[in-house]
Structure formats: structure tokens, C-alpha cells
């Protein structure tokens, strides 16, 4: 409620004004509906009938038309579509904010997994709460000034009908339950079914699974998990409207029996036609307005059951605190030395590293190497500060990563990632220079950066150029190669020119030619700053100041090319079985 308050405070108030406005208005309508009919039947009965006399009631009834079915009307529906449309895209907002903040590591807790999905479905929830509190408010009102109203001619019917009412109040908040206990207990379920849907709609996946002939596989695991969880939400449900049903049948007896008391009292105390319809409308508003009350109430509570992951999602630290302090200024690029690190990955038993220890110097080439699983692309997530060393320290300068100010440690740090990111959505120019947007640039910086990657040929033949939307499931846009797509993650590197440049296997999908080329200016382009590179080419590696062979998270060998050949180790063999492979080629 504070936070749609504080999205619009005059819609926001003006929704709950408007709405009791309009329930209390219709006893007025009511009232002035009641008083007409009482003149009309005295014009018919009168020896000098005057439709005279009719006009001011007509000018009421147009009155109430006029402001409430019309001015507060309209206005309320204006300001309940306008804070709809303005308040999901603030929550869309504050809730990836919400995520970014929370970290990598935090956000990969399966728990929380779990929960980000659930506060994903119920955060649209939140304008509801404000709908069903407005409701309320405003069916309190109604309920009060109609209790009034039957306590002067059927005060009896005013317990009853409370009571009955809360009898039929229950079943509905034990349904509400069972509806929510049966998502709660298969979230992990339908988050698996979720990853499988989006694999469907992936068109580079898609390819493949049709390929494969998978398709029917993938769609039946759906299919018959939909049948299955749906099922359930059918029978709770049906139950709940059979309870409803019953219960209403109960309500509607009631209802009857005050409209007989009303009759009654009518005929035999002589009351006007126009006071027993006011009567009915009394009684009708306030069995209904009571009943209102109680299913918002019910409605509330499901939703508040809900908001608990919600709630639990914004309140939620990073695994990962901050720390606050600041690199000191230096000309030269950060120096990095793990001592005796050992980490594992969150959930897991086994330990990736146990008491690394190994130093990259200022300025330096490095490269580290080894095969798949090694560790390797653990040390970058490592350096990112993605995660926190389980014992030992990383240094930077001397100083413990996790003691530095993330956002000034991420200034000086640019890393190509193997799985890289790309966005579709924007230009070529656009995906260069997110790799620092926020710095002042020439058209020339772009192209340089474009150079280096060896991407400005195939850009400028696109059709439009640095201009082109990099996806072809968008107007005008046009579908680059894995290869290309590379290429322009590459030049977003150059463009950014870190301090600390970390590049991770950033040309499994390029061609030898492009990839010797690309390597040399690396060297060239990054010669005074901290390089670290991982290859599974051997051949890309060796030209790096100092190179660092890593087996089964442990630090075997290191030294240039040449020293580690000499060596005749790991290294050495791995080089000479990966150039028999090429001779064969």
C-alpha cells in the first residue's frame, strides 16, 4: 500500500474517497428512487394530479447520474487503469533492481530460486491488494450505514445475517489455503516444466530438438505435468464452489425471510411502497456488503500468504557483503595473488580448490590452461567477486578482495566470459559500447575496438551498418554468426580497455586466421596491463609472459612456452598431442 501510495498519491486516495463515495451513494439513489415511486403513487390517487411535482426527484436522480455514475465514475476507472498501467512497470523496476543487488550467489540458491519464482507470479498481486482494500473500505461503510438502517425495521435479521455470513466466510479461507499450500509444494516442479518451455520457445534450441525428432518427448514431460497440476486446482476449485453453492443456498433463505418481514411490517403498519423498497435495498446492501467484506477479507489473506515471498525476495542480503574499501590510485594495473585458497561451490561437498596458491604480477601476459573441470573458469568468478573464497585470501594490491568496494574493484576489471553476454535487442554500436556506456566516445573509439576484433568488415556490410539490430526477430534486424557474435563481445573488450582483462576460451567460435590475429592484438593493444587468459588452444597461450597449468584444482606447472616445453611435462605433451591433431588435419 506504501509503495503504490507513493507511485501516485492522488489516484491512490482518490480510489478509496471515490469508492466509499459510490457505495454509500447508492442507498442515497436509493432513498430518492424510494421517495419518487411515493409520489407517483400519490399523483395517481390525487383528483388534480401534478407531474409538476415529480421534477424535483427527477433533478436529484439526474444529479446523482451526473457525479456519481458519471464525474466519480469515470474518474475512478481513469485512476484504477492509469496506476494499473503505471505501477506494473515501477514493480518490474524495483524488483530486477532487487535482484541485481542480491548477487550471483545468492540468486543461485535453489531456495531462493524457488521463491524469486513465486514473488515473480505474485508480485501483479500488489494492485490487487490495493483493489480489495479499496473494496473493503468502502463495503465497511455500506455495511455500517445499512446496519443502521435495518436496526430502525428488521433489527433481528442484522445478527443473523452477520453470523451466517462468517459461517460462510470459512470454507473459502480453507480452500485458500489448500489453492496455496498446492503451488508452494510444487514449485520446484512447475520451475523444471517452466526451464522446459522456454526450451521450446528458444528458436537456436528448437533446431535441434526438431532435428533430434525430441520434440513430442519434451512436449508430452508438459503436457502431462499440466494435466497433472491442473487436476489439482480443478478439485479445489470445484470443492469450493460446491461449499459456495450450498452456503449461498442458506444466505438466499435469509434474504427471503427479511424481504417477508419487510412485506409484513409494509401492510400491516401501512408503510409506503417507496420506504419497502428502500427497505429491500437496505437489506440487500447489506447482506451483500457484508459478504464483500468477508471474501475480500479471504482474498487478502490468500494474497498475504503469497506476499511472504515477496517480502522475503526484498528483504533478502547478499550472501556476499560489501566491503567499503577503495583501490588506492596507481599507473600500474593491479597485481593478484591467491594464498592458499580453497573454495567450493555453494550446496557442494567438494572443494574445487584446496590451498591454491599462485600470483599474477602487474602487467603481465598470463595465461592459465588445463582441461575441462580444472578450475579455471572458477578462478574468473572467483576474481569477479561472483563468490567468496571458502578459506585463504585473494590479495589485489595487497589488499583482500573481499574487504574492496565491489563497484570501484569492478572499474578496473573487465572480463569476456565464455558464456558472454550479447543483447538482440540493440545495435552493433550499441553491444560495443556496453562495455563502458557510461564513458565519453567518438565514433572512431567504436571502430577501433570493432578493428581489433576483427569485426568492422562484416558490420559495415550490414544493411545498416554500426546501426543494425543484432537479432532477426526484430523490424530490420538481421541474425549475425555464433562467430560474429563473438567477435562484437570482443570488440565491447577492446572498447572498455581495463586495467585487469581477463578472457575466458573468447574464441571458441572463431576461425584459426581471425583467432591468431585477434590474439596478437590482445597482446599488443592490453602490453601494459594485467592480462589473464584461458584457452583450451595451446596455441593461443603461447606467446603469454607466464603460463599456469591447472589439474584437478591444483597449480602443477608454470612458466613461459619455451621453459614449460623443456619441462617435457603436462604442458608439454598436452601442446604436442593438440599439434599432432592439427598436422593431421
Known sequence: MSFIFKISPFRTGFLIIAKIIDAVGGLAWAFIFGKLIDQIGKQMTSQNPSIESLYPFLGYIFI?????????????????RSLRYISKSKIEIIFYTKLNELGIQTLEEPEMQNRIKRAD???????????????????IFLTISTAFILYKYIPTMIPILAIYSVIRFLPNRYFSKQDFKWRVDNTEKS?????????LRNTNELLEIKINNSYKFLDSKVKLFYEWYNNGFIKI???????????????NVFGIVGYFIIIKKTIISHLSVGDMLFQFRALDNFTNALSSVLENITGLYDVAIKMVDVVYVFEAKPLNMEGKKKLPKSTKPPEIEFQNVTFRYPNSTINVFENLNLKFVSGENAALVGHNGAGKTTIVKLLARIYQVTSGKILINGIDINELDIEDWYKQVGILFQEYAFYPSLTARENIIMGNPTSKFS??????ASVNAEAHEFITEYKYGYNQIMSEQFEGGTRPSTGQKQKIAIARFFFRNPSLAIFDEPTSAIDAVSEYRIFNKIYTFFKKKTVLIISHRFSTVRNADRIFVINKGKLIEEGS?????????YYAKAFNLQAEGYKEN
Do not use: P
Not at 565514433?443 to 577501433?448: A, L, M
Open 191 to 199: 520451475r523444471v516444466i517452466g526451464s522446459l518451455i522456454r526450451i
Open 64 to 80: 446523482y447520474y451526473l457525479f456519481f455514475e458519471g464525474v466519480f465514475s469515470e474518474l475512478y476507472w481513469y485512476c484504477r
Open 121 to 139: 507470479e505474485w508480485l501483479g498481486d500488489s494492485l490487487y491488494v490495493l483493489d480489495s482494500i479499496v473494496d473493503t473500505i468502502s463495503n
Open 561 to 569: 612456452h619455451k621453459e614449460l616445453m623443456r619441462k617435457n611435462g
Open 443 to 448: 565514433e572512431s573509439d567504436v571502430i577501433k
Open 237 to 251: 476449485v470445484r470443492n469450493t464452489h460446491l461449499a459456495s453453492f450450498g452456503l449461498g443456498l442458506g444466505q
